[in-house]
């Protein structure tokens, strides 16, 4: 457990360089030949320069494109991968959730497996017995716990993972992407035990592509791009430079922009309900869009337009001015139109905001950009579901 | 392995380890029965004759043996003879075979968790050692058997001289355990040359067969004599025939001696091989 102003996860200067072998394992043959051939593998710098302490008590959040490190910093602080230079220090005892499960052996039942798990984590045998039995509840297996785990549903799986995981008392926990699994209420018991350990000063490390889980629960962020931390601070304004920079144009996200452009989008903001630049937003608040364009002529009677996707895609709204009744005679110049969403009836999770500028009667399209805007949307009023109905009560009248 | 709050871990270019550095025996040792355990529980759960197989293979091979060597060669070693190296023979071509597989048969969890990789290696070694003590008792009650029905000569336990053969088996075993497990995280294909060497080791030692067998070809070679003590089996298989059965000299030449330190230099050769490569396990697993 940390004192406060303790130091719990300190890097120096870390760097890890991998071998490129292409996909074939090593083999001895393999290095022979290619020692005679006088050719020397490529290689590449998973991450270099990372220099930062993370103090005792906190919970930083690590986000960035995939395949930019993260994971490596992950492993470098769990003492796993060993660094190419450098140094990390990390204090007291590490828990990594890295991939849960790692360690069950399929013939074994779930509790020889915890067991076993809690020897690998380093949690003495007596405490396990003593908490085994919150460990048995917090799965949820019933019965399950006697039969051999091969038997399991994937989801059983990573319960009784966690659940050892949690119980182990670590103070630092590693986190990779792992709430991403499990049913949904798994994962609210899951964050409640994060909420939990962060209450009894943990030191937290999250790896997270869930944007808004990150916002929610870190207090700094480390933003990774190409092996290099690029920025380090706040939650919201480090989300945000990553969505500006990373994501959407040239990111993981597949875009698309075409169009005329005798009207350009040339600049857009998102909004908070106080009229902040914001990155996340609140499901039940309002969400201010302002777009600015800029016109090469005069154009009668544009149709601003939008449209709203999850991050895998799925088409969840799309309007325009045209459709809302709001008529534009003619635009020339430049100018700014304001999109609000309010209230936000979106759920937890990333979206992708389109944007189009087109003639009244859709011949001409001037500019659209597809997918083009991400944002990510936190749930803070507890209601489940896709979407979030705006539902009042009438309180019970008696007789 | 994780420790205590007191403690931490720094990671270098030299690989992760735990400061302070004091000794964690409590924590090592229950992991290491963890794993023992695992693989105990792995391999004899799979069939409910488990433990069955491990003692019927050797017995299988040892009939085969005395049969085939009668015909080919005109005479072999009593059966209790072969039975003997047959059992010890086992235990060290299955050290060699999941001690190879150790490390590259649990990727995941060395990618995943900190511990002390040498436990894997330890473990695996450490399960069949447990085999084959097992499988000794076998062993006395088949000696018996043949021993009562005239076939064999009597048993006769050296209480100094089994253990002591058995513990320098097992160093021996363990040593090439670490050797190999390093190599095949580094070289895929050492399990190819691992095989093609087992089977060369297996008839140039004496499994099957005894030194009285070999008489007419070393007489007159002291090398061939010198290189066949200096293979580590030679001096070991004839210590555990010595100390098992009536009638069999522990006689070893100087050169048995030098044979005999092979195994705890093999022990000493892996355990600074795989103290090296495992920096490297977590980029190639």
Redesign the interface.
Known sequence: ?GEAGDIAIEARGVGKR??VRGHA?????G?LASAIRGRRPDEFWALREATFEVPAGRTFGVIGPNGSGKSSLL??????????????????????L??LG??F?P??TGR?NV??NA????I??EDVRRRFDRIAEFAGLGPFIEE?VRHYSSGMYVRLAFAVAAESE??VLLIDEVLAVGDVAFQLRCLDRIRELQRRNRTLLFVSHALQTVEEFCHEVLLVHRGSIVARGEPAPTILRYIREFMGEGGPVYTQEFGTREVEIADVTFRDADGREAAVFETGWPMHVDVRWRARGRIERPVFGFSVKTANGLYVFGSNTQIAGVEIRAIEGEGKIRLTLDPLTLMSGQYLLSLAIHSWDHARQFHRREDWYPFAVRNPTGALGAFFLNSRWTPPSQG | MTAGSASRIVNTRLGARIEPSGPRVRATLELLGALVDRELKGRYKGSALGFLWAVLVPLFMAAIYVVFLRMLVGRALTPDRVVVGVFAWQFTAQSVQAGMASVTGNANLVKKVFFPRWLLPAASTLAQLINYLLSLLVQFAVLGVLAARGAAAGVSVDPLLLPAAVALLTMLNFGMALLLAAAHVHFRDTQHLVGVLLSAWFFVSPVMYDLDLLRPWLAGRPWLEAAVWLNPLTPLLTGLRAASLDGVAWLPPPWAAAGLAVAPATLALGAAVFRRAQRHFADLL
């Open positions: 457990m991998y071998r394992p090593p083999t001895l043959f290095r492993g470098l602080v769990a003492g796993t991968i060993t660094p190419t230079c450098g140094r990390v220090t990390t204090r007291g005892r590490v828990c990594s890295l991939e790692a360690g052996h013939d074994l020889e067991f076993l020897a690998l984590l380093g003495p045998r051999p670590p103070d």
